[in-house]
């Protein structure tokens, strides 16, 4: 069974630009949530998505925003992008509430 | 809020050493909480779960029990290995299906 797929695994971009990221969740998985590690900040939440509708925003701008399709596949989409954004961004899916899967991330470094 | 509260590390063990990573919680309602595992490069791994009070879970030798009255949740392994380097992150749920993470703990083992 597939496990979480997240493209692109490295991303480099420049200060203003904006930034796509993907995510396919494991077959029958239909919750996707994003998370964004730091080393500063840790761990934070930043949305979660099921039957592509929002569910539960985390406390991030309006510059970080998601979707989700009728597959279940997720992107989330970072515009004006800052230095500070450059951090692991990974994502989970879950069936129910039996515990979330993550993927191995998108590091996103922001020159 | 919600908040999980971490031993910092590193954490430095040899090997076949016991180990103990204290993890206590603050939170509304009753909680899942989660113990996940990351290796270097990689994204999490869910270890062990435990839904409500003094359930314990386990995985590959390490266990945790869900213990209410403390607001604890102690991850525990009686033998180390190197293998076992990683970082530890202890997390809740309180049914947002949103995870709040502790800051992660480093655990070096030596031969």
């Known amino acids: 069974k597939a496990g979480v797929t997240q493209t692109p695994r490295y991303l480099i971009k420049t200060r203003g630009q904006q930034v796509t990221l993907s995510c396919s969740p494991i077959?029958?998985?239909?919750?996707v949530s994003w998370y964004q590690q730091t080393p500063g900040q840790g761990l934070q939440f930043l949305f979660e998505?099921?039957?592509?509708?929002?569910?539960n925003k985390g406390n991030f701008p309006g510059r970080f925003s998601g979707r989700q399709f009728s597959n279940s596949r997720s992107e989330m989409n970072v515009s004006t992008l800052e230095l500070g954004d450059s951090a692991l961004y990974l994502c989970?899916?879950?069936?129910?509430?039996?515990?979330?899967?993550f993927g191995s991330g998108t590091r996103l470094t922001v020159v | 809020g919600d908040s999980v509260t971490q031993m910092e590390g590193p954490v430095t063990l040899s090997e076949e050493a016991f180990l103990t990573i204290n993890c206590t919680y603050t939170?509304?309602?009753?909680?899942?909480l989660f113990w996940y595992v990351q290796y270097p490069g990689e994204g999490l791994q869910l270890l062990l779960k435990?839904?409500?009070?003094?359930d314990k879970g386990s995985n590959k030798g390490f266990e945790a029990t869900y213990r209410k009255e403390t607001t604890s949740f102690h991850l525990e392994k009686g033998s180390v290995q190197v293998s076992d380097s990683a970082v530890y992150f202890c997390?809740?749920?309180?049914?947002?299906?949103?995870?709040?993470f502790g800051s992660g703990t480093r655990l070096q083992v030596q031969p």
């Open positions: 989970a899916s879950s069936f129910h509430n039996y515990g979330y899967t």
């Open positions: 077959s029958g998985h239909r919750s």
């Open positions: 998505y099921f039957s592509e509708t929002q569910r």
């Open positions: 939170a509304t309602g009753y909680p899942s």
């Open positions: 435990a839904t409500k009070a003094d």
């Open positions: 997390a809740l749920d309180t049914g947002r299906r949103a995870l709040t």
